[in-house]
């Protein structure tokens, strides 16, 4: 999609097929600047319609008006904005996102809208622009990788112009911004939508090597099976042994071009499907397990975006990605007792607790980094899911001051947090009579003893959280922005969390 800026005084004079303007839910009250830029026999034909209680500006209605030579564009399309006091990044991503589908349902291929929300002192322009983006962008999106016949019948827009009169610089700076985040999120949604036998660990790190390929300040390192038997990986190859598909550790670190602050260390559970081993689940629903590899896919998209944002911080994804099946060569059984990369033995209770094995390797793995911060984030546990519903993801460390950033991160590009504790008690009930540690808790409060197992094998050298994305990886249905399907949750948030963290550092 290719993004115009178009700066003028007179918008409705510019020519076009179609404009989108944003009408607040008072139109008398509160005009907005959209309404205001339309010439006086516009401004009362709408003021007539919205009059007759033909439409009301509350987010998600639309209407297409035809002008008739009033201005200089073919169509109207009035989109609610809602309170004009209620107005937030959010309903800005819904407007953008009601408009989108509004065009495209009446086939057109390219549009031009006045800027939402302008007119509120306290929203930046900046802000407004790119939440636009993210609404257009991440709203066109389909998964597409597999259709072969009637593709050419898949709507998508190929251009919008936004208009504004004036800070062209600032517009074409936060389009840039917004395409960034919204991109990485479209490539971890497609890696999350994957069918598990395309989907693979070898091909996560394929993925992994093209983006180093193309990003100058990225490099990428991937491990294979025999050299991570030598590096003692030990909990990590527990589960890989259950599948023939070769497993594969990927590493792949940003350096920014000026010196680095800060090191950040992201690691995402790559398990690019999940039957539960030995501990075989059911198959209801068993097909959402090729999405138990969103943690990675939401690690890899960051670092594409980190990347293209330039950040000045250094940020290091860790990869452990393999199949969790129960044939291989040795797979997991319930009662084996493995040794992790960290010398700390581990009794497996179930081996549908996957997600924790590869992931203590990982965080072992990562303090060879010497990070300041480790975040984890995985699909780990239906219990988060029964704890939050969809609307949040799980977050849990003990330190209040990195809770309330991802949480701040969160808010403001709407992915939810909602902190759930990690207190000792969870620690010592993972405790095992006849090892170090178990990977298996309590079922009550399932969510808390997974990341309870995972502090064990943390260090007071860093700062550590962990997010646990099972409740949102995946959408049920269609809502605004966020599609059916695989969400690339994690992301915008983790890209966020590291735009403020640079901004913290100046
Ligand atoms: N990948 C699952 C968790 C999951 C479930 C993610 C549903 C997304 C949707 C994880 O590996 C798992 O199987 N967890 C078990 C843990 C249990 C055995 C302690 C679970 O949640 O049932
Ligand atoms: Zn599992
Ligand atoms: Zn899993």
Request: hydrophobic share 40%; with cysteine.
């Amino acid at each position: 999609m290719k993004f115009n800026v178009k700066i003028t005084s007179q918008a409705s004079e510019e020519k076009g097929n179609l404009l989108v303007c944003g009408i607040y839910q008072e139109n008398e009250k509160n005009p907005s600047r959209c309404f205001d830029n339309l010439n006086s026999s516009m401004k009362s034909f709408i003021t007539g319609i919205i009059s007759r209680g033909d439409f009301k500006g509350i987010v998600g209605n639309s209407l297409i008006i035809y002008p008739k030579g009033e201005i200089g564009f073919d169509k109207l399309l009035l989109v609610g904005m809602g309170k004009k006091e209620e107005l937030n990044a959010e309903k800005i991503r819904q407007v953008a996102s009601v408009s989108l589908k509004a065009v495209k349902r009446i086939n057109l291929k390219s549009f031009s809208t006045l800027l939402f929300g302008i007119e509120r002192n306290d929203l930046q322009l900046s802000n407004i622009v790119e939440a636009m983006i993210e609404g257009f962008e991440l709203t066109d999106y389909r998964f597409t990788d597999f259709i072969t016949e009637k593709k050419d019948e898949i709507k998508k827009i190929d251009e919008i112009t936004l208009i504004h009169d004036e800070k062209e610089d600032e517009i074409r700076s936060a389009v840039k911004m917004g395409k960034i985040m919204a991109d990485a999120t479209v490539l971890a949604r497609n890696m999350g939508n994957w069918p598990a036998n395309i989907g693979t660990p070898t091909k996560i790190a394929s993925v992994a090597e093209e983006l180093a390929r193309t990003h100058d300040q990225l490099e990428c390192e991937v491990f294979s099976q025999p050299e991570l038997e030598q590096m003692n990986f030990g909990s990590f190859l527990s589960v890989a042994r259950g599948s023939n598909e070769p497993c594969k550790f990927i590493v792949i670190k940003y350096e920014p071009s000026s010196s680095a602050k800060q090191t950040i260390v992201l690691i995402g559970k790559g398990i690019t499907f999940d039957s539960g081993g030995i501990s075989l689940k059911t198959p209801n629903k068993m097909w959402e397990m090729k999405m138990d590899m969103s943690g990675a896919a939401a690690v890899i998209g960051a670092i594409k975006g980190v990347s293209e944002l330039q950040l000045p911080l250094r940020v290091i994804g860790l990869i452990p990605a393999t199949e969790n099946l129960p044939g291989g060569i040795s797979p997991n059984k319930p009662g084996d007792i493995i040794t992790s990369l960290s010398g700390k033995t581990i009794e497996i209770i179930n081996t549908d607790a996957e997600g924790r094995l590869i992931l203590v390797d990982a965080i072992t793995h990562a303090a060879k980094y010497k990070p300041d911060i480790v975040i984890d984030i995985a699909t780990l546990t239906g219990a988060c899911m029964v704890a939050l519903g969809s609307f949040a993801s799980g977050i849990f460390s003990d330190d209040d001051e990195l809770v309330a950033e991802l949480v701040e991160a969160g808010k403001q590009i709407h992915e939810r947090l909602w902190r759930l504790p990690v207190w000792e008690e969870y620690e010592k009930g993972m405790e095992s009579e006849i090892a170090d540690v178990k990977n298996l808790g309590e079922r009550m409060g399932g969510a808390s003893y997974a990341a309870a197992f995972l502090k064990h094998f943390t260090t007071k050298d860093y700062r550590w959280a962990h997010v646990d994305i099972a409740p949102t990886m995946l959408s049920e249905k269609e809502s605004h922005y966020v599609p059916k399907g695989a969400t690339g949750v994690g992301v915008r948030l983790f890209l966020q969390f590291l735009r403020n963290r640079s901004k913290i550092e100046e």
